[in-house]
């Protein structure tokens, strides 16, 4: 039987050869061989075998001293391990690799440059394996080295892989984890480099890295090779595609946020030069997406193929060639922090007081944290941090791995959610902001600062330590009520989080909070544009619209985003959506909107809720929600998403808005498309019967209807003592509205704090049949033990 060879082509590779290439390079070849004919694109290449290793130690006689060596390391303080390391890595510097080794890297490198026409680059990376567990992984801990471009280059890039064997990080790590240091061997990759210099590339992960949520894909993307984003050194583009979607080829791409992607790694250009560098991105590249919406769906459906391919969740790199247009998968890897685990206790942070605001991110993690800030330049400054420090550097690599688990939080300058920095706190189970741009100019070392990755998708370091509450969410013994439980929510960046809740949907999605914070821009001057007057709005409107297709088109696209995002977040419970219901104050105080609104001397009941979408001064404003709502249940596939009409008046008021929302592309029941109205005036409640030939739904807004009850301003300090839910006129309201509704086969709901702070109250709803009540996050617990309560002793009384 003839010697297994000691270079192998991806063609000759699956995964079953981990123990013979690790496992890095037998992906590459499972990807190669098993998925290329799905239509992915992988470069070619070949892998150095741990054989060829074994043959440069044993030919070296590299073994003995090695080991005797290493024997002298300080395995305690690792006092001498620098010492120690250099010597090692002399020791391999100096050798020689064996002829037949060096013959075959030769030879298949020559092989491999003959199928192009061109002349080529290849990335040389390391892919370590271990005797005793050749799945081990050392993801990170040795050197890979870019733009290799002669047979030559490539032998040496090959021995300086061997060499990074011995890395300081490298022998630590072993020694940590219990890896013997001479049963560890090392097999090499040689892969055809695309071209994303000239173009782009990034990182995807099957499920999103945060949450574990698997109904989305997440991808990042920035100019330049992949090496910047791998490495968290700029903060990428983010996309985020619905996977159900991906399966059913409709329009995947749910949310897009553009990252600042400040520098760009490029192969050097001067004259008879080699290696790359690391530039400053020109402007206009940095305001553009380093993808297109095609590009990031073509990209999901590769990355849901790979997923089913492995059966689990992955961790995917991507390049785009600049030469080509085309793209390409050049690395897949289980994911490792969310798979398998299941989540049994959730952790609820909230702060109760705020300080002054320091620098923001992108939060990792939901933890609040306070503590002393250490400014570290690099590991080798790394005694300086001490255990339960906040560390704040500018971005960190592998070789900070020993130094970050001292920290309780890691704060960087640069990177995105595909960073180093990132990647290691969720496996420490840390929280950590990324991307703040200057966090090292505006904390001083040595500050207390408290750390908030709570309040969504934004991480805040404020000035001190604040005081914040922490509540436990025991998800295996919780109990469920009958009655669905249900969430309010107006930030959608906290959907992915506040979809592991234990409730059936949200009640209530609040659009006003979406467009007053997205979006920014009353829709009429963006309908209206040409006719605004109000020129320091004209010229933040030009500046937030400049990528788009149009004005209108900005808002359409901004708002389905973001509605989309909590959709597929919640998919496939249901999400109402509740139409715009700002009053004409409010709405005065976008950009643009003071030309548009009048002055109401009460504007809590003037023009608002469904007086306003069919009248002629806001109905186009009206038709870019109706558009952003259509896309993201036509297009999306979202169609777990409802719509709500607020301060609905009159039975007539809802038929002219239930019509013209099927003139707007919304016709209640194409695609099982319901259409709820908000029950908050006591017309709502008296002519219930006839409203439920209207709406499929009602949904009690029990402020506004206790309010309008009761005759006095919730918002007046005089009579605020006089506002309660519970006031008999109230109750028999609701009471009245839930009979209609049930008698007619309409499903009502109730929004509001009532049900969480008296347990009486929510005895009361469940006591008339109520069939959800919605709870902000903050009280869904309590409410949900409320209805527990509630149920067992409405059970008791009529059983």
């Not at 000759?12 to 070849?29: C, F, I, M, R």
């Not at 020559?110 to 005793?132: F, K, N, P, W």
């Not at 998919?571 to 909107?593: C, H, Q, W």
């Not at 007046?716 to 839910?725: K, M, P």
Request: charged fraction near 25%.
């Amino acid at each position: 039987m003839a010697p297994e060879p000691f270079a192998l082509f991806f063609q000759d590779l699956t995964n079953d050869k981990v123990a013979l290439v690790g496992g890095k390079n037998a992906s590459l070849g499972e990807l190669y061989n098993r998925l290329s004919a799905e239509g992915i694109s992988v470069p070619n290449g070949f892998a150095l075998t741990a054989k060829a290793y074994e043959l440069f130690l044993n030919e070296n006689n590299l073994r003995e001293p090695l080991t005797a060596l290493l024997a002298k390391l300080d395995t305690q303080e690792f006092s001498n391990l620098a010492a120690i390391g250099n010597e090692a890595r002399m020791m391999l510097r100096v050798s020689r690799l064996p002829d037949s080794v060096s013959l075959a890297i030769a030879d298949a490198y020559h092989q491999l440059r003959a199928g192009y026409e061109h002349e080529i680059q290849v990335a040389v990376r390391s892919s370590a394996t271990a005797e005793d567990l050749p799945t081990a992984s050392f993801a990170g801990q040795h050197d890979s080295f870019l733009d290799v471009r002669s047979a030559d280059a490539v032998l040496d890039a090959c021995q300086k892989c061997y060499v990074s064997l011995f890395n300081d990080r490298a022998i630590k790590y072993r020694v940590q984890n219990g890896f013997d240091h001479l049963k560890v061997a090392l097999s090499v990759g040689v892969q055809t480099m695309v071209r994303s210099d000239l173009a782009s590339a990034g990182v995807a992960f099957t499920i999103e890295p945060e949450t574990g949520h698997d109904n989305l894909i997440y991808l990042t993307a920035s100019w330049g090779l992949g090496e910047n984003v791998v490495q968290g050194a700029v903060n990428p583009d983010e996309f985020y595609l619905f996977k159900p979607a991906l399966r059913t080829d409709k329009r995947a791409l749910v949310r897009k946020k553009l990252g600042d992607k400040a520098k760009t790694m490029r192969y050097a250009t001067d004259a008879g030069t080699t290696g790359i560098k690391n530039t400053d991105t020109p402007a206009e590249r940095r305001a553009a997406f380093a993808l297109t919406d095609a590009e990031a769906e073509q990209l999901g459906r590769w990355c849901l193929l790979i997923e089913n391919h492995y059966g689990m969740p992955m961790d995917i790199e991507w390049a785009k060639d600049g030469l080509n247009g085309s793209l390409y998968i050049v690395q897949a890897r289980p994911e490792t922090v969310h798979h398998g685990r299941r989540a049994l206790r959730l952790h609820e942070y909230h702060l109760t007081e705020r300080g002054s605001l320091l620098a923001t991110g992108k939060a990792v993690g939901s933890q609040i944290v306070s503590g002393v800030a250490r400014l570290i330049d690099s590991p080798a400054d790394g005694h300086r941090l001490q255990t339960g420090d906040i560390l704040v550097t500018n971005s960190t690599s592998p070789d900070w791995n020993a130094v970050l688990k001292k920290a309780s939080v890691i704060v960087t300058n640069q990177g995105g959610r595909t960073s180093h920095a990132a990647i290691v706190a969720r496996e420490l189970g840390l929280s950590a902001v990324v991307g703040t741009l200057d966090a090292t100019l505006k904390i001083r070392d040595g500050q207390r600062i408290t750390v908030s990755c709570a309040e969504g998708d934004e991480g805040h370091i404020y000035e001190g330590q604040l005081a914040w509450e922490e509540h436990e969410i025991d998800l295996e013994h919780l109990v469920q009520p009958h009655t669905k439980p249900m969430l309010i929510l107006a930030d959608p960046d906290r959907a992915l989080t506040l979809a592991r809740y234990p409730s059936q949907g949200v009640g209530l999605l609040r659009m006003e909070f979406i467009i007053s914070n997205a979006i920014r821009v009353h829709p009429m001057a963006l309908v209206a544009f040409d006719q605004l007057t109000d020129q320091k709005a004209r010229e933040e409107i030009m500046a937030l619209t400049a990528n788009y297709a149009s004005k209108p088109e900005y808002f359409i696209e901004q708002l389905a985003q973001a509605l989309g995002f909590v959709a597929a977040a919640f998919y496939p419970r249901e999400v109402i959506v509740r139409m715009s219901d700002f009053k004409t104050n409010e709405y005065a105080n976008l950009l643009g909107g003071r030309q548009f609104e009048p002055e109401e001397e009460n504007p809590m009941l003037g023009f608002r809720g469904a007086s306003r979408y069919y009248s002629p001064q806001y109905r186009e404003g009206f038709r870019l929600e109706c558009a952003a709502l259509e896309r993201v249940r036509h297009d999306m596939g979202l169609t777990n998403i409802k719509a709500m009409i607020p301060f609905c008046r009159t039975v007539e008021e809802g038929q002219r808005v239930v019509a013209l929302m099927a003139d707007f592309g919304l016709r209640q029941g194409v695609d099982n498309l319901e259409i709820y109205v908000m029950a908050e005036i006591p017309s709502n409640v008296i002519l219930a019967e006839d409203f439920a030939t209207v709406f499929d739904g009602f949904s009690i807004g029990s402020n506004d209807l206790t309010q309008l009850t009761l005759g006095l301003d919730r918002d007046s300090a005089i009579v605020s003592g006089l506002f309660d839910e519970r006031n008999e006129a109230v109750t028999r309201l609701l009471s009245q509205v839930i009979r209609t509704a049930k008698a007619h086969g309409r499903p009502i709901g109730l929004c509001g704090q009532a049900p969480s702070d008296y347990p009486a109250f929510a005895q009361f709803l469940v006591e008339q049949g109520i069939d959800s009540i919605s709870f902000t996050p903050d009280a869904l617990l309590n409410g949900m033990a409320n209805m527990v309560k509630a149920e067992e002793v409405v059970a008791d009384e009529y059983p």
